[in-house]
């Protein structure tokens, strides 16, 4: 016997919505089974693997897999795959089916949930969001739990937490993946505002606007500055002011007679204690990626 047992079913193939509509039909006119007649076939399955008997349970429960397929709808994808991966679920239960300690429906509804479980989680995002067995708890309930669009509450956090037994981090964790959006690569050209951060053009334009690049520079920015940050303390009172001053102002930084004027020495001084601070500066700024500092004024 395989993993998964072929029956022939003389029923329209479930794909575009026509033909779905049609399937949803067929399988809602099937008869149900009486307790009685569902122990008789599980036993002829069971005892002498008539595949016949298998085929009536399974059939007659194909609106069950209808049923609970419908309650994943939201996950975006087609309810006809869903279905299907729900049929291999019902058709796997069949063959492990006790008659003597439960019904079918009841065994059943396990097998089909955790295959459209491990569909959904293969096919919902490229990048897997759920790979634990407390993320996948977490992937089937969270959205349920939540009260509303708003990010949770520390104190709801730890409540979902609590209700779930996992950790309070999980939580958070699941709770940004599902956040997540994917991005077209190109973007509806009819929204121009959507479409000029498309991936397409970054991708196929300037190197340095791909979001990789984009974010290194801004790391390296930020090192910088915390450099220079760094260098300026470093210097002496005097020192600083002049390098501020003379460089550090957004617009109309002062010149050497100004700054001479202020500290009562000739401009030829500051200029003196100006490039002596910058080369302290550099040697300061060596070990990272420093900014580039100006020439000394000549």
Known sequence: MQA??????????????ASLDTYI????????????????LALRYRNSNDLGAARELVMSHLRLVVSVARGYLGYGLPHADLIQEGNIGLMKAVKRFDPERARLVSFAIHWIRAEIHEYILRNWRLVKVATTKAQRKLFFNLRSMKKGLAPLSSAETGRVAEELNVRPEDVTEMETRLSGREVAFEADE????????????YLAADPEAEPS???EAAEEADVGAEGLKNALAALDPRSRRIVEARWLKEKDGATLQELAAEFKVSAERIRQLEAKAFDRMRKLLAPAAQPALPAPAR
Do not use: F, I, W
Request: hydrophobic share 40%; charged share 25%; aromatic share 2%.
């Open 213 to 215: 690049r984009v974010l």
């Open 190 to 201: 009819s929204d121009d505002e959507k479409a000029s951060y498309a991936p397409v053009h």
């Open 25 to 40: 039909q067929s399988v809602n006119r099937m008869p149900m089974l009486s307790a009685e007649r569902e122990r008789e």
């Open 4 to 17: 998964t047992m072929t029956l022939p079913m003389a029923l329209p193939n479930v794909g575009s919505a």
